[in-house]
């Protein structure tokens, strides 16, 4: 594994992609997650931050979005093509914005339905226990229908259920939405903890880029489509204008987004 | 009132609503995993009992071997249809998913005639025909063996859906973006539920041909079982029993009760009142998951 500490676990290069053969919703994104990193990637609602988590997953292709330009490498390997299933067996798991649990299935029927085909049983149980011991409070409700957990439970759970199919690689998709900060904060110290002790590289995507800054290392910003900065988490928080418009300084008016646009036009 | 006649007409009706649930649960299964009403599951049927009498009757097997080797046909025969015609349509309006399942029951109709004519063929499971009295009701051997089988089949799917390849099967009716996400084989899992739905449908062409002889008019099971599956709720199991015996009953009961008044007929009018209503009042069924409405 020494190779690997030289190439990023993940790069795109240029990756460009379109919805429904017109709708350009990504044009020309790259970035790097370098093996056992914390990489956010930020940006305002529909920047594209999705898409290209989708892109990465190969769930482009249940919204009809294809990737028209540039390369998806993992692993060293060329994805841009493989299935869903094929990807997640290399070893890349999105957990889908918005949760989507199984919601007529019981909190243990979740993770054990995303358990892959080839695990044994005893294999099963062991990484049961291992998705319950990150998310003890999915342990007291193994037996409850998911869909009446709380959002912050469903959150856990989605994680949970990504870790069941042994990923290298995880990506979250604003797992903050719709839960109390402090929650997220549990929520966010627990993917700290996945990180860390089970060597997983996390791709991050928030819309709460200042809880996001504090967990990661690097940070890419997204705007309508392109990255537009890209820098250490360190040196992101104290940006006057990621500070203004994403961690929310002062009060926003008109006058200021027309400056800020103007600015951004300048950086891309 | 004539207690031993209403009592008669329940019974019967209640096993012969057992057997319509058995197609039903056919319909529930593919609805399940992937939405699409299946409107060939009638033909299906009808194929299943002409596939054990084309290994009986063409190859001389014993019935006891004849059918599941018809099962085993048919498990193919559904991976095919999944495989070669469903699956092409992913993502397609709701409509032309419809339009192919009525196409391969006009598909599945015509080369049956073709194969096997039109005349009515016997199906001699060795079942005697004398009446059986239950106390003082006289009922039926062969739907009473159907109702029995029927429900066997229903325990059976309840204790598969509880192993790790049911439970993802669930998983895929329930959400198929996150099944996607966690790699579960989506495509996998629906050429399943409808190899399954093709068994069943072979056990329930079995008793049916049985009961009224195997011919064209097997494919027009659709209709009854439809209802079924509509008014226990599309995506409910235990729902296609219960509907299944209610319907029964009800059709048994009313038209046993009307018949003689209006001359004969009112059998199929329950169905379709039924059909209708339910559509009208309670769309999601008797157990339904009411979100199935937006699909």
């Known amino acids: ?268 | 009132m004539d207690w031993i006649l209403f009592l008669e007409l329940a019974a019967n009706g209640a096993v012969t609503g057992l057997l319509y649930a058995m197609v039903a649960i056919s319909i529930v299964l593919i609805f399940k995993s992937s939405a699409v009403p299946n409107l060939a599951q009638g033909a299906l049927v009808m194929v299943g009992a002409y596939a054990v009498l084309a290994f009986s009757d063409w190859l001389g097997l014993p019935m006891w071997l004849a059918i599941p080797a018809a099962m085993v046909f048919m498990f193919g025969l559904g991976i095919g249809i999944e495989r070669h015609a469903l699956r092409r349509l992913a993502g397609q309006p709701i409509i032309m998913i419809l339009m192919m399942t009525l196409g391969l029951d006009i598909f599945l109709r015509g080369i049956t005639l073709a194969a096997f004519g039109g005349s009515a063929r016997r199906m001699d499971l060795g079942i005697s025909d004398d009446p059986l009295f239950v106390g003082q009701i006289l009922m039926s051997r062969v739907h009473l063996t159907g109702a029995a089988v029927a429900l066997m089949v229903f325990a059976a799917l309840v204790l598969f859906f509880r192993t790790r390849r049911g439970i993802r099967l669930r998983a895929i009716s329930n959400d198929y973006v996150a099944s996607w996400s966690v790699g579960i084989g989506v495509e996998q899992g629906v050429a399943l539920s409808w190899a399954l739905a093709a068994v069943i449908s072979t056990i329930a062409g079995v008793f049916w041909g049985a009961v009224q002889g195997v011919d064209q008019s097997l494919s027009l099971l659709l209709l009854k079982s439809l209802t079924v599956a509509v008014l226990g709720g599309l995506d409910s199991l235990p729902g296609a029993i219960v509907a299944g015996i209610l319907l029964g009953v009800l059709e048994s009961v009313v038209s046993g009760y009307l018949d003689p008044l209006v001359g004969g007929g009112s059998r199929e009018l329950v169905v379709a009142v039924t059909l209708i209503l339910t559509v009208l009042i309670r769309p999601h069924g008797l157990f339904g998951d009411r979100s199935v409405e937006r699909i």
């Not at chain 1, 997953?57 to 994805?79: F, P």
């Not at chain 1, 094929?86 to 007529?104: A, S």
């Not at chain 1, 904060?185 to 809880?211: D, Y």
Request: charged share 20%.
């Open chain 1, 1 to 268: 594994m020494t190779t690997a500490s030289a190439e990023p676990l993940l790069s795109l290069r240029n990756v460009e992609v379109v919805y429904d053969n017109v709708s350009l919703a990504v044009s020309g994104v790259s970035l790097d997650v370098p093996e056992g990193q914390l990489i956010a990637l930020l940006g305002a609602n529909g920047a594209g931050k999705s898409t290209t988590l989708r892109s990465i997953s190969g769930l482009l292709q249940a919204a009809r979005g294809k990737v028209t330009r540039g390369e998806i490498r993992y692993a060293g390997q060329l994805v841009n093509t493989l299935s869903p299933q094929d990807r997640v067996k290399l070893g890349i798991v999105q957990v889908l914005e918005g949760r989507h649990v199984f919601e007529q299935l019981t909190t243990n029927e979740n993770l054990e339905a995303a358990c892959p085909v080839e695990m044994s049983r005893a294999e099963m149980r062991s990484a049961l226990d291992r998705a319950y011991t990150f998310f003890p409070r999915l342990a007291e409700r193994r037996n409850a229908t998911s869909g009446y957990l709380s959002g912050g439970e469903q959150q856990m759970l989605a994680i949970a259920r990504a870790l069941m199919t042994r990923p290298r690689m995880l990506m979250l998709d604003e797992p903050s939405l719709g839960l109390s900060p402090m929650l997220t904060t549990e929520i966010f110290s627990i993917i700290r903890r996945i990180n860390r002790e089970e060597g997983i590289s996390v791709l991050l995507v928030e819309q709460n880029a200042f809880a996001a800054l504090d967990l990661v290392s690097h940070g890419y910003l997204i705007e309508s489509g392109r990255v537009v900065m890209h820098d250490t988490a360190t040196a992101m928080k104290n940006n006057p204008d990621i500070q203004e418009f994403y961690l929310g300084g002062h009060g926003v008016n008109f006058r200021d987004i027309k400056h800020y646009r103007r600015r951004k036009r300048w950086l891309t």
